[in-house]
């Protein structure tokens, strides 16, 4: 607020130095004298005398002559300025034609690398879907060579019962086909895992890339629009400079070209992979009902040879028994001649006991001492070889027991591995999968 505006109640106070005017100064002022002054020219201010004619005239001509100047150069200043603003706006209708003709060819670029990434992700999809198929079949089969692996196992152990003649290691043992098998499936499903995984990999890379070129495609859709008399334009002065991060064409096609390039190995590796997967799956439920059929057969002949060789058994069992009866009989009778021989010969003893006893010369060798004689030992000779043949009967007759024992045991092996094989293995293979179980259809 000004000093005057201020409401004064009373009267200022008075000042301690007494105001006083101040003293005058005096200024020297500058004149034209000399010998090279020049009295005419204009010294407004510091002289009163008139200006010449000839500088009036001077003066004059001088106007003249500036405006003159001004005039020609404001005239060929409009010239050039209207030259200038016609080449400028037509260069700058050049330059942005030639700008909007570049990104509409940038937009087809990106276009058709757009159209093939879509297509390469879509492809990828496709094959992706198509080995997840064959993984899933891959999952089925190892899940049916579960019942061919336990029925195999308890084959084993069932045949592990059978007793000491027959626990031999035949043809029908095939756990370690079916073993190998789901090592081999498991190595294809890890496989396909990891291809998958890769799949999907290239496929979210052509998916993020195809995404960056949808957005500068709409961003360079948008700059097409563009134009002088466009409502939405503003000044960006610091626009028109390059991004250290900016890629170069070669580059950014380069870029795209490695994604669709890496993408297609990818998917050409699917490929291969799925066709590998087929055959596999096809050979190995072939092998695996072939090794069925193989073994199923192996256990038919197996089980005609344990037949047969308990009928064979069971034949001689009876011939044997028939034997060791006919050999009972003949050890009776061989005891029954014995105890026949023993009477003639206490009879011929008892003869030659009471001639012993004849008085003095009636003591004689004659010819019925002799016959008596030959009698007992005649009778003795028979007696020793009836023993003897009786101890070769009784021989005989506890070998054909032995023989007996011996085949029965043989048959009652026979018949348990026949149980074995035939109601246990053979009842439990009847739950074999199908070819088509096996191949991963099922």
């Not at 100064?25 to 010998?35: E, H, I, P, Q, S």
């Not at 005239?57 to 404001?74: I, M, P, T, V």
């Not at 097409?224 to 028109?240: K, M």
């Not at 001689?316 to 003639?344: G, S, W």
Request: aromatic letters at 6%; one cysteine or more; hydrophobic letters at 35%.
């Amino acid at each position: 607020m000004a000093q005057t505006d201020i409401l004064l109640t009373k009267e200022p106070a008075p000042q301690t130095v007494p105001a006083c005017q101040l003293p005058h100064k005096l200024y020297d002022v500058a004149r034209n004298t000399g010998a090279h002054t020049s009295s005419g020219l204009a010294t407004a201010g510091f002289r009163t005398a008139k200006y010449l004619v000839d500088e009036w005239f001077q003066n004059c001509y001088a106007r003249y002559h500036q405006a003159f100047a001004d005039l020609d150069q404001s005239e060929q200043q409009h010239h050039e300025s209207q030259q200038l603003a016609a080449e400028t706006e037509a260069l700058a209708q050049r330059t942005q034609q030639d700008s909007t003709k570049k990104v509409g060819e940038h937009l087809q670029d990106m276009h058709c690398w757009k159209s093939e990434l879509q297509r390469q992700v879509e492809e990828l999809v496709a094959e992706t879907d198509l080995l997840l198929a064959q993984k899933q079949r891959l999952e089925r089969t190892l899940d049916a060579t579960a019942v061919p692996f336990s029925i195999a196992t308890d084959n084993l152990q069932c045949r592990e019962r059978r007793q000491h003649p027959d626990l031999v290691r035949d043809c029908v043992e095939e756990a370690d086909l079916i073993r190998n098998i789901q090592e081999l499936l498991k190595r294809t499903m890890m496989q396909a895992v990891n291809q998958i995984r890769m799949n999907h990999k290239h496929k979210e890379t052509c998916e993020m890339d195809w995404s960056d070129k949808v957005e500068a495609c709409n961003i360079d859709e948008a700059c097409c629009r563009y134009h002088n008399q466009s409502t939405d334009l503003q000044f960006y002065p610091h626009s028109a400079k390059f991004e250290e991060s900016a890629s170069t064409p070669e580059t950014w096609a380069k870029f795209t070209q490695e994604n669709l390039y890496r993408a297609e190995r990818e998917r050409l590796a699917s490929v291969n992979l799925r066709k590998l997967i087929d055959c596999i799956l096809q050979d190995t439920s072939e092998d695996l009902r072939l090794q069925c059929d193989a073994v199923n057969l192996a256990f038919g002949r197996r089980c005609e040879e344990l037949d047969d060789a308990r009928h064979k058994l069971e034949h001689h069992l009876r011939k044997a028994l028939r034997e060791i009866m006919d050999q009972e009989h003949n050890v009776a009778a061989l005891k029954q001649a014995i105890r026949d021989k023993e009477a003639p010969l206490k009879v011929a003893q008892t003869r030659l006991y009471q001639r012993s006893h004849r008085p003095n010369v009636e003591l004689c060798r004659d010819a019925v001492q002799f016959r008596l004689v030959s009698e007992v030992e005649e009778l003795n000779l028979s007696l020793a070889a009836l023993r003897e043949k009786l101890l070769e009967a009784e021989q005989s007759l506890r070998n054909l027991e032995d023989t007996r024992m011996s085949l029965e045991k043989d048959i009652a092996v026979k018949t348990n591995s026949l149980f074995i094989d035939r109601q246990k293995c053979m009842a439990h293979r009847t739950r074999y999968p199908t070819v088509l179980q096996l191949a991963g259809y099922q």
